[in-house]
């Protein structure tokens, strides 16, 4: 079982970009994954959850900026931010989880993380 997330990048303020979370060894579309951020100095925040049912879970600072896609035939789903901010700086990762509604210690397989700065 593995997670690959990748995508991150150096994005003006403003800008976009988009992550994937490619998964292999199981079924994406069997398990909720959720989207964690960690910036700076900071604890590890969850940012996004989808489930598998199609029910999202955010948190407002990311409310109507960032969208959650999944695609069952590249067993992979992807994390489109946009109108990105100094405040999204971050290493983010993606993990599997039975529910969104789980602790973070419950999410069981994650990726390795994927650098996101925002800066001009």
């Known amino acids: 079982v593995q997670l690959q997330a990748s995508g991150g990048g150096l994005v003006q303020p403003g800008g976009s970009l988009r992550l994937s979370c490619a998964a292999s060894?199981?079924?994406?579309?069997?398990?909720?994954i959720g989207w964690f951020r960690q910036a700076p100095a900071k604890e590890r925040e969850g940012i996004f959850c989808?489930?598998?049912?199609?029910?999202?879970y955010h948190p407002n600072s990311v409310k109507g900026r960032f969208t959650v896609s999944r695609d069952s035939t590249k067993n992979t789903t992807y994390l489109q931010m946009r109108d990105l901010q100094p405040e999204d700086t971050g290493v983010y990762y993606c993990?599997?989880?039975?529910?969104?509604?789980?602790?973070?210690?419950?999410?069981?397989?994650w990726g390795q993380g994927t650098q996101v700065t925002v800066s001009s």
């Open positions: 993990a599997r989880a039975g529910g969104c509604h789980y602790p973070e210690t419950d999410f069981d397989y």
């Open positions: 060894g199981f079924r994406l579309d069997d398990y909720d």
């Open positions: 989808s489930s598998r049912d199609g029910t999202t």
